[in-house]
């Protein structure tokens, strides 16, 4: 084994390591996040993270076919981030979805028409 081989060995192996400790936080985050986004963009999180273990598993094997999966997954996991998001704004956030009580209240009367000022005849 070469010096090259040696260091690219050991990248592999710490790149591994450090997208093992990202993919269980963003796993943690899709099964814990408070909100519908925050699952979404950990689900996001989870597409990238994958990529980048396929692209580290080519890497290491030289086997060039990994990147085109690779390639083919990130268009897939951003088809499926976009439909989320418009799922998302279709339905609109649920009164008990926002931050504040305050939102919520304000929310809430905006969507029924409530916040508006009365007109005067």
């Not at 990529?51 to 030289?62: D, L, M």
Request: aromatic letters at 8%; glycine letters at 10%; a positive charge.
């Amino acid at each position: 084994m070469t010096g090259a081989q040696t260091i690219v060995s050991v990248a592999c192996a710490i790149a591994l390591f450090l997208m093992c400790a990202a993919f269980f936080l963003a796993a943690w985050r899709v099964v814990k996040g408070p909100t519908l986004p925050d699952r979404i963009v950990a689900l996001d999180m989870l597409t990238a993270i994958a990529i980048g273990f396929i692209a580290v598993v080519a890497i290491r094997t030289g086997f060039n076919l990994y990147i085109d999966i690779a390639i083919a997954l990130g268009l897939v996991g951003f088809l499926a981030t976009v439909a989320f998001a418009r799922f998302v704004l279709s339905h609109g956030m649920q009164p008990g979805d926002a931050d504040t009580p305050e939102e919520t209240t304000a929310s809430t009367k905006a969507r029924r028409g409530g916040g508006h000022a009365r007109r005067l005849h």
